[in-house]
């Protein structure tokens, strides 16, 4: 009996100490981060990032901590543009949700199997402070397409800014069905308030972000896709046993270009993409513009619209500059005078060097062949025009 309790008394002392242990190692891990967070204040461990002010690239990047952007979908793309965000110090992050993490989300660059089964809103968080504890987190697990929760929606985009009361300064679309897209277009068009929407393909190899101004570009209603023009319930399009591809790929570099061009518009740098596609299979990045449709079925879309066009424009003065140039400085037609006994002189081109990897479309047919084969055919079988003749045909042209 007495060895049992001895035993059991050692077992006990044993694991005391590792929870000691266990104890000592959250309290050091605690007070590396507050260490870290008094760095934020006082040194800015953002150094890499600064080096955009000290470069001239952006006039005062210490704004991003002023700046609050809600992200809908902490999907593939939400997840890792989340993390870009807090990593480059945004001041607070509204993220919105209603799945839960899965083993199939593996393949994304965000999420970890200890985390399955926590909603995404609630695993992303869980990560994001322990990236950055500076950064004020705010989590909606809930469907905002429903009637109730588009209006909860509302108002937090409306009122959850830095300041209370005030609205967020952009919205992030990075959902993957359209009736989401269509509840933020909704809201974003109601409160004037501009958003990027984004999304990658269903076989994973093409992406696009597309930046929406009330009034300014088209919103998401302007230009439907196909199945909402053909009134199909997109739902149906559904194939059983087929799913969505997925390539973290795709998603990252998706949501690379989406955080990009939020920071340009944020800190006022660049310029903004209104659309920037992406295709994977050749590496092609088409841009491109919308404009708001006249005839749209969104009210508030069209309002925005009126809006959009009683706003001034600004005078641009054209300043008529004149030229000490030559008045035929340029010679399109090549037209040149040469002596008649003047050496001829090859007009031969030479492809240009290509690196590996790549080559040419076609061929160049040398110019200097061109000619003497033309002068050949006109010589053969044809009789050779005098001066008058060909005077008299120009005279006649």
């Not at 891990?29 to 008094?38: L, P, V």
């Not at 461990?45 to 700046?67: C, G, T």
């Not at 997840?79 to 480059?88: E, H, P, Q």
């Amino acid at each position: 009996m007495s060895t049992a309790i001895d035993e059991l008394q050692a077992i006990i002392a044993e694991l005391k100490t590792e929870l000691e242990e266990q104890k000592t190692a959250t309290r050091n891990a605690r007070d590396k981060i507050e260490h870290m967070s008094a760095e934020v204040v006082d040194s800015n461990p953002y150094s890499r990032l600064m080096a955009l002010q000290r470069m001239n690239i952006v006039k005062d990047y210490e704004r991003i901590r002023d700046k609050a952007v809600a992200i809908v979908g902490v999907g593939g793309v939400g997840s890792v543009t989340a993390d870009m965000l807090t990593r480059c110090g945004i001041g607070k992050l509204i993220l919105f949700d209603y799945d839960k993490v899965e083993l199939a989300n593996m393949n994304r660059l965000f999420f970890t199997p200890d985390q399955a089964g926590l909603s995404k809103v609630e695993a992303a968080a869980r990560t994001l402070s322990f990236i950055n504890p500076d950064v004020r987190l705010e989590t909606h697990n809930y469907n905002i397409t429903t009637v109730d929760n588009f209006d909860k929606f509302l108002a937090t985009i409306s009122e959850s800014g830095i300041q209370q009361g005030q609205a967020v300064d952009l919205v992030l679309s990075c959902v993957d069905n359209f009736e989401a897209r269509m509840a933020i277009n909704s809201a974003c068009n109601e409160i004037n308030l501009n958003w990027f929407e984004s999304g990658v393909s269903e076989n994973a190899v093409s992406g696009h972000i597309q930046f929406i101004r009330p009034g300014d570009t088209a919103c998401f209603a302007c230009a439907p896709p196909l199945v909402v023009a053909e009134n199909i319930d997109e739902r149906t399009l559904k194939r059983e046993g087929v799913c969505a591809a997925s390539l973290p790929t795709t998603m990252g570099i998706t949501a690379g270009l989406l955080v990009q061009n939020a920071l340009k518009y944020l800190l006022n740098f660049g310029e903004v993409s209104d659309y920037l596609g992406y295709n994977a299979l050749n590496d092609f990045f088409p841009k491109m513009t919308l404009k708001p449709n006249t005839q749209c079925d969104d009210r508030h879309c069209l309002k925005r619209q009126e809006e959009f066009q009683a706003r001034p424009k600004p005078v641009v003065v054209v300043e008529e500059t004149v030229s000490d140039e030559p008045l035929h400085a340029t010679n399109d037609w090549g037209i040149e005078l040469v002596a008649e006994d003047a050496p001829a002189v090859e007009t031969t081109s030479k492809p240009a060097e290509v690196v590996s990897g790549l080559r040419l479309a076609y061929e160049a047919p040398d110019k200097l062949d061109i000619s003497s084969n033309e002068t050949a055919a006109v010589g053969d079988g044809a009789p050779e025009a005098s001066l008058e003749d060909l005077m008299a045909q120009m005279k006649s042209m």
